[in-house]
């Protein structure tokens, strides 16, 4: 009998095993699909080349950054200035406009080449960060023509026309919140990208309210060491940023407008109105309590990755101002639908950061408030997307469902229940011996 059992537990092992995602881990190559996804690599490499060369996309940003290393250097104001055509002004911390410094070494064109290719680089290392965070197979073949694919995703195409810098970012951040359980300076990384642009300073949040006080804290001392490397470097410029202009979204641009693709930007084209105000800070608000809650059920779950991704969500969420290149983060999100073969799903949110649906609909300047109501779907995909992935988060972990220690989930992605051993009744003489 014993025998038996024991055969029936193997058995119903191997049919659970067999129903859960692929893990990370060597598998064989196969010299023909790696072939053929280096080819794709380079045939998708060669048309966004060409394109940025025929069009000249100016990388507006990375002049920017280029004034504001300048800035630093003349030691003019970093906050009064504006460039390019499009009069931009500086929006990052001090912290920031130091490590711009090194822009001003090279000639513009210069700059901007290794932008693109820095981008490209980075581009790759997300992939691979996202496809390692999402325990995929690690097949170079798969790899290499999800790469391809990336580039055309509209978040990050747009990282390469702006030359932004949210590609480094997000594999700051991913790194950081991926490395193992004891990492030397594990939050460090964190804390640096918060010390550059402060939204990922909603992970650090993340980090203390899911029970990681000590790499919590350890972001947060990194990034107050970003500040004060700013007050020793450029003291009035810090007064100036940390009293005044980082309060100041009109800075970074106008809110309705459909570039940008958070919260904010769906209520104001909406309602039709230029500024949301109340409604739109009572909303965020509601949204950053449940992004928050939602990322530390999923912790107890046993759903770590998808808490990332919430949180992620959660930031570009509630950001005043979020520009459609700040959703990078749909890379490691497809990863994670991939990884539990929701095929479906993620073919319809690829497609939704591909289709580019928001600037396929005529508009210009105060004309993105007077939008009808059939066309809002397309002018806000990415923030309905957020809303829509935190609500589906929140149905899975309604009933506080588990996943078993050391266990991956179903492949339905489903968490399992903890099941416990059911205790052995005692016999009378048993309970009179122990007493």
Same mark, same amino acid.
């Given at each position: 009998m014993t025998t038996d059992r024991t055969e029936n537990a193997r058995a119903a092992t191997a049919r659970v095993s067999s129903r859960r995602p692929a893990q990370g881990g060597p598998r064989a190559v196969h010299p023909r699909a790696l072939l053929a996804a280096r080819v794709l690599l380079v045939v998708s490499l060669a048309a966004l080349t060409t394109l940025f060369v025929v069009a000249r996309i100016p990388l507006g940003d990375t002049l920017v950054y280029r004034a504001e290393g300048q800035a630093v250097v003349n030691g003019t104001s970093l906050y009064d200035f504006v460039t390019t055509e499009w009069k931009l002004p500086a929006?990052?911390?001090?912290?920031?406009?130091?490590?711009?410094?090194?822009?001003?070494?090279?000639?513009?064109?210069?700059?901007?080449?290794? &932008?693109?290719?820095?981008?490209?680089?980075?581009?790759? +290392?997300?992939?691979?960060?996202?496809?390692?965070?999402?325990?995929?197979?690690?097949?170079? /073949?798969?790899? *290499?023509?999800?790469?391809?694919?990336?580039?055309?995703? /509209?978040?990050? &195409?747009?990282? &390469?026309?702006?030359?932004?810098?949210?590609?480094?970012?997000?594999?700051?951040?991913?790194?950081?919140?991926?490395?193992?359980?004891?990492?030397?300076?594990?939050?460090?990384?964190?804390?640096?990208?918060?010390?550059?642009?402060?939204?990922?300073?909603? %992970?650090?949040?993340?980090? +203390?309210? *899911?029970?990681?006080?000590?790499?919590?804290?350890?972001?947060?001392?990194?990034?107050?060491?970003?500040?004060? &490397?700013?007050?020793?470097?450029?003291?009035?410029?810090?007064?100036?940023?940390?009293?005044?202009?980082? %309060? /100041?979204?009109?800075?970074?641009?106008?809110?309705?407008?459909?570039?940008?693709?958070?919260?904010?930007?769906?209520?104001?084209?909406?309602?039709?109105?230029m500024e949301p105000g109340v409604v739109w800070f009572g909303c965020a608000a509601v949204v950053g309590l449940a992004g928050l809650w939602i990322a530390r059920r999923a912790v107890r779950a046993g759903m770590p990755e998808w808490s990332i991704v919430a949180v992620a969500v959660t930031m570009v969420l509630v950001s005043p101002i979020s520009w459609s290149?700040?959703?990078?983060?749909c890379v490691p999100l497809l990863a994670l639908l991939l990884a539990e073969r929701r095929f479906r799903t993620v073919a319809v949110v690829a497609f939704l950061f591909t289709c580019r649906s928001f600037w396929v609909i005529p508009h210009k300047g105060d004309l993105d408030v007077q939008l009808p109501w059939w066309q809002q779907p397309a002018l806000s995909p990415y923030p309905m997307v957020g809303l829509v992935l935190l609500g589906w988060l929140a149905w899975r972990l309604r009933d506080g469902r588990t996943v078993a220690d050391g266990a991956a989930p179903p492949a339905t992605g489903e968490p399992v229940r903890r099941s416990m051993p059911e205790p052995r009744k005692r016999t009378p003489s048993e309970s009179r011996s122990e007493n």
């Open positions: 929006t990052y911390p001090p912290f920031a406009a130091i490590l711009f410094v090194p822009t001003t070494w090279l000639p513009v064109t210069a700059m901007k080449i290794c &932008f693109f290719v820095g981008n490209l680089a980075l581009l790759a +290392l997300l992939v691979r960060l996202s496809w390692r965070f999402a325990k995929l197979p690690r097949r170079p /073949e798969l790899i *290499t023509a999800a790469t391809a694919f990336a580039i055309w995703l /509209e978040p990050v &195409f747009q990282t &390469f026309v702006f030359g932004q810098i949210n590609l480094a970012l997000a594999c700051l951040v991913l790194w950081d919140l991926t490395r193992p359980k004891g990492s030397l300076g594990k939050g460090v990384a964190l804390g640096v990208a918060a010390g550059i642009k402060l939204t990922p300073a909603i %992970f650090i949040v993340h980090l +203390l309210v *899911t029970g990681k006080v000590r790499n919590g804290l350890t972001a947060l001392a990194s990034f107050v060491a970003t500040v004060l &490397f700013g007050i020793l470097v450029l003291p009035a410029a810090s007064l100036d940023f940390w009293t005044r202009r980082m %309060f /100041e979204t009109g800075r970074v641009g106008k809110v309705w407008i459909v570039d940008n693709q958070s919260l904010q930007g769906l209520l104001a084209r909406g309602l039709h109105t290149h700040h959703w990078v983060w």
